[in-house]
């Protein structure tokens, strides 16, 4: 200690010689003032002990360095001192201390009186030579404005304001610190100095204010001036853009249209300009009239040419008239053959009928093209453009029909080649005695009955067996897909090689990527778009022109189909080779949606099958048989081929329309994107084919399994579910028990439904309802179980519900949609009927609480039990800053009564819940949070508590008022203080003296109540402020709960409440 003390002696002196030094030199070099200053006489003794701020905090430093040195080293040593020793350094170490102190404190008031001198000095100066800065600066100010009066601003004003205010403030709170050193001499002066000055600021806003008017004012004139010219600008555009047309014609009603157009133009520029006579100089009237009658120069040029070009566009239509009425002869001739031939009956009609016509085209399309090249030098490029794409039109109908010839041809001959077929087999069958399995549907009975001369020398009608295998082949080499009709005749079934091995998510995972696709089927759906096709054929021509791969093709035609709404159309006065006309065969029900998907499929050259069966309808009921001979379950779907491999879809219940609106929404695809491409495993939860080849399934499933499956909704595998167990739709409750457990991705709240299935009601014979005996909670990663006590004997439907928790990172207000639907039949009821706790939802567990920044710690589960009569205290991690709540529920309680009996706090980072159970029983701890944005309290998680046991009396916690939580407040931090002692705001004490210290950065000022069981008890506490921390000394006499509210503020402002900063709950035991 007395090394320490000898140094800083040397240090003090050192100190002290600089600062002398420093002094003299100053003084030395300081220069004589123009204005004569009385200056106060010096005193060397009073240079010799003043001492700089440096000094002082320096001295501080030492003092606390001390204390700290002496502690540590009196902690290290005091096992090994005596008491005689110890009380000795103590005596020796407070000595110091206060020798420090004392220095110090001379230091500071050494300090003081200097600043008190610079200060009187400061002010007589001030006096002489103030009235010259201030006309200094007056006539810099009035310069300033003058040179920048156009540029002032809003800002500056703003500036001024603000510095007012400033100096305002400044100088109340200067002169009220220092009144009592001032003399009433001085504080008139320096009142007098101020206003002075405050009147000189004033002056200067209300200049800039009056300047900024005027230029505002001015703006405004050159705003007015320069819109009347934007108007005839604008004027003047819209005129050029009804001329200036990208080399469009105008019609006749066109042209009138825009000549009145400039003729208003005119009138009303010469209005305007002359209504501005008397506003603006003669020179800039006689501008705007030059400049008026150029323009109309311009537009009068340009209409006279455009009026020359209408006459040279009918000149050119009279020639082409000629023409067409020359190439219409031959174009009639062949449509009349045609129309001709589509009355005729098929057997009249011969394959060298159909030869002739299509030479008989070939001529026409060559006389067509050798005219329009002869004369290419009299018509125009776009005359020219005009017929030739009339001539493809025309070109591309005749084919059509020629086309729909040929295949009616081969439907007659595959008609009757499977007729054929069939008596070949049966005469085989009866000739050999065997049943020889005979695969219509791949139509490859190729040459082995034709090769046997046996057959051929045994019956005559075999004879033309070979010309008839060779037109099989024929037609199987004409591409047998392409046929727009399916006949029941020929049977389709994929072999077992064709079976899918790519599933719906190998092809896409994002609707999304079909956005431009959607909206142009949407587009073509419209009436408007179905009424100016003028066949069938070209709107799907039209509908798959943007599809490259088989798959944008097949999305193209499904989404046509299901955008389609009959009940919103007029069909009554429609063509059926129309748009419309298809439309009405689908109202009429004389066609399917899978019929017209399978022909526009095979119509663009995609290998597309009807499938028909049975499917659960909707209005499906779990426990329901249906059969192939109930004809209400009757239902037929598709399959389409995509790059090798077969894909289902179903129109029928494909289709969108949103019920109560009248327009459609191309993006508005969620229910029905699940048949679009559906797996087999998917669909087969719903469609059963009649044929099982159709199932596409390694193992078909019989009807049986069908019926007795749970019924999946399209959710359950939009969202990713999967059954763990309880995979058939009729269960048995023997004890009135069921668990179901589902695989339920991340992000999903799961949600159930007890009803009876005959009645739908949802109370027990107790009139209590059912949702009271349905426990959801996560058992596992990723899995969830339902369960479910049935208080009642019967039939109950058990519904599953789901929904995504968040939306966008925002909290997801929508209704729950159903993924699955049980029946179950209760032979007894549960042993235990005990209703759950009230609970603002279904699931049970810290589910999805990491959306809302917490980590569970304590608990994991949703169940917690209680068997040791001590309180529960459940830990959460928090990574955010929000704000919670909690509530405490049980059957048959009051919450309100049980609210004293939870109570929360934030330790460290961490929300820790504490429950004291009152009785044996369930409770229910919900846990709430405030969202970003949201004004209330959301529900975030619950947890089920089962004390199995509780202590004989339990206190409850005492209440804060609303909004208040236990621990620091958000002013804690804000005034930069510090828990030393006690960092948990629930303190446990056994003594009866508690010492709790709150540390601070910056001078403070603290104040306290204390509370016992509501009664305040103030003279229990004794409040010890000290350097950068406060103690509060507690006296806890009785047992039971204290509450001790701290408050603070900033030391160096008066007049200030104090604010709350911190909770204390204490328990003495």
């Not at 453009?385 to 041809?409: A, G, K």
């Not at 959306?851 to 949703?862: F, I």
Request: net charge negative; glycine share 4%.
């Amino acid at each position: 200690m007395k090394s320490m003390e000898e140094r800083l002696e040397r240090e003090r002196e050192l100190s002290d010689q600089k600062l002398r030094q420093k002094l003299a030199a100053r003084r030395a070099q300081r220069p004589t003032s123009a204005v004569n200053v009385e200056m106060k006489p010096e005193n060397p003794a009073g240079e010799d002990n003043m001492s700089t701020t440096q000094d002082v905090q320096k001295l501080e430093r030492e003092i606390l360095m001390k204390e700290a040195t002496f502690q540590a080293e009196v902690e290290k040593k005091r096992s090994k001192m005596s008491d005689a020793d110890y009380q000795r350094l103590l005596a020796q170490h407070r000595k110091e201390i206060e020798t420090l102190r004392n220095k110090l404190k001379l230091s500071q008031d050494r300090q003081k009186q200097h600043f008190q001198d610079k200060l009187a000095e400061r002010r007589k100066r001030r006096g002489e030579y103030l009235r010259q800065i201030l006309l200094v600066c007056l006539l810099l100010f009035y310069l300033f404005c003058f040179l920048f009066a156009k540029d002032q601003s809003v800002h500056s004003i703003t500036n001024l304001e603000e510095e007012i205010k400033v100096r305002e403030a400044t100088f109340q709170t200067a002169v009220e610190e220092r009144r009592d050193q001032l003399s009433d001499e001085e504080y008139r002066r320096l009142l007098e100095q101020h206003q002075q000055e405050m009147q000189d600021l004033r002056e200067k806003l209300r200049l800039s204010q009056e300047r900024q008017r005027q230029h505002f004012q001015d703006k405004l004139d050159e705003r007015r001036r320069r819109r009347g010219m934007i108007s005839h600008e604008q004027e003047r555009k819209e005129v050029l853009s009804l001329l200036d047309n990208d080399g469009n014609r105008l019609e006749e009603d066109e042209l009138e249209q825009v000549e009145k157009e400039i003729n208003d133009y005119d009138s009303l520029v010469e209005s305007s300009i002359a209504g501005k006579k008397g506003q603006i100089s003669q020179a800039e009237i006689n501008k705007l009239m030059e400049e008026h009658a150029r323009n109309m120069e311009d537009f009068n040029g340009r209409l006279a040419r455009e009026k020359q070009r209408m006459l040279d566009a009918l000149r050119e239509k009279r020639a082409a008239r000629k023409l067409k009425l020359e190439s219409e002869a031959d174009f009639v001739n062949i449509m009349s053959i045609l129309e001709k031939n589509q009355t005729k009956d098929l057997e009249t009609l011969s394959e060298e009928d159909l030869n002739h016509l299509e030479e008989d085209l070939k001529k026409y399309s060559r006389a067509i093209h050798e005219s329009l090249e002869s004369n290419r030098g009299v018509f125009s490029n776009e005359e020219l453009d005009l017929m030739i794409s009339e001539h493809r039109r025309n070109m591309e109908s005749l084919e059509n029909r020629l086309e729909n010839e040929r295949l009616r041809m081969e439907e007659k001959m595959r008609r009757k080649l499977a007729m054929r077929q069939a008596q070949i087999v049966t005469m085989v069958e009866e000739e050999e005695g065997e049943t020889e399995e005979v695969n219509v549907a791949a139509i490859y009975y190729q040459d082995e009955v034709s090769s046997s001369s046996e057959d051929e020398d045994e019956d005559e009608e075999l004879e033309d067996l070979p010309e008839l295998n060779q037109t099989m082949a024929k037609l199987v080499a004409t591409q047998f897909w392409t046929t727009p009709i399916q006949s029941s005749d020929v049977l389709i079934v994929p072999l077992v090689e064709e079976y899918p091995v790519k599933k719906k998510r190998e092809l896409y995972t994002d609707p999304s990527i079909f956005r431009e696709l959607d909206a142009h089927a949407i587009r073509l759906a419209q009436t408007v778009s179905l009424v100016t096709q003028p066949t069938f054929s070209s709107l799907v021509n039209e509908l798959t022109s943007i599809g490259i791969t088989e798959l944008e093709k097949a999305r193209l035609i499904f989404r046509w189909i299901t955008a389609q709404n009959c009940d919103e159309m007029n069909l009554n006065d429609v063509v059926d080779d129309t748009p419309l006309g298809v439309l009405k065969g689908l109202y009429q029900k004389k066609i399917t949606f899978s019929t017209l998907f399978m022909r526009m499929c095979r119509f663009v050259g995609l290998q597309c099958v009807e499938i028909t069966g049975i499917a659960k309808m909707k209005g499906y009921t779990p426990g329901t048989e249906i059969s192939f001979q109930d004809p209400s379950h009757h239902h037929t779907w598709n399959a389409v081929r995509i790059d090798g491999y077969w894909h289902f879809l179903d129109c029928n219940w494909g289709v969108s329309h949103i019920p109560g609106s009248v327009t459609f929404d191309p993006f508005r695809f969620e229910y029905d994107e699940h048949y679009f491409l559906a797996d087999p495993e998917v669909i087969i939860s719903s469609h059963f084919p009649n044929d099982s080849s159709w199932q596409l399934l390694r193992e078909a499933v019989t009807l049986e399994v069908f019926n007795r499956a749970v019924l999946l909704k399209p959710d359950f595998f939009k969202y990713g579910f999967g059954l763990q167990d309880h995979t058939q739709a009729v269960l048995q409750a023997p004890y009135g028990e069921i668990n179901i457990k589902i695989t339920c991705p991340l992000g999903f709240l799961l949600s159930c439904r007890l009803s009876e299935a005959y009645s739908g009601s949802e109370k027990s014979s107790q009139g209590i309802l059912y949702d009271q005996y349905e426990f959801i909670h996560q058992v596992g990663d990723n899995v969830m179980a339902c369960y479910v006590r049935i208080p009642d004997v019967g039939a109950f439907h058990l519904t599953l519900f789901a929904k995504r928790q968040f939306i966008d990172g925002e909290l997801n207000v929508e209704s729950p949609t159903e993924i699955c639907r049980y029946l179950i039949y209760c032979h007894a009821p549960s042993k235990d009927i005990a209703p759950l706790p009230l609970a603002p939802a279904d699931h049970w567990g810290p589910i999805g609480v990491m959306n809302a920044g917490l980590v569970p710690v304590s608990h994991r589960t949703g169940v917690i039990f209680s068997q040791d009569n001590r309180d529960i205290h459940i830990v959460f991690e928090m990574t955010m800053k929000m704000s919670f709540y909690h509530s405490l529920t049980a059957w048959g309680k009051d919450e309100a009564s049980l609210k004293p009996y939870a109570m929360q706090r934030n330790v460290n980072n961490q929300l820790i819940v504490t429950v004291a159970p009152l009785r044996p029983d369930r409770y229910g701890l919900h846990i709430f949070v405030v969202y970003q944005g949201h004004s209330n309290p959301a529900h975030l998680c619950s947890y089920l508590v089962v004390a199995n046991s509780a202590r004989p009396s339990v206190q409850p916690f005492p209440l804060l008022r609303e909004h208040e939580q236990w621990g620091p407040t958000k002013a804690f931090d804000g005034l930069e203080l510090f828990p030393i002692s006690n960092v948990d705001p629930f303190i446990v004490a056994e003594g009866s003296i508690l010492i709790i210290e709150v540390g601070h950065y910056q001078q403070r000022e603290f104040m306290f109540h204390f509370y016992h069981e509501g009664r305040e008890m103030q003279q229990d506490v004794q409040m010890q402020p000290a350097n950068q921390q406060c103690s509060f000394v507690v006296d806890l006499k009785p047992k039971g709960f204290f509450v001790l509210k701290i408050f603070a503020k900033e030391a160096h402002l008066q007049g200030i409440p104090f604010t709350h900063v911190f909770n204390y709950l204490i328990q003495k035991i």
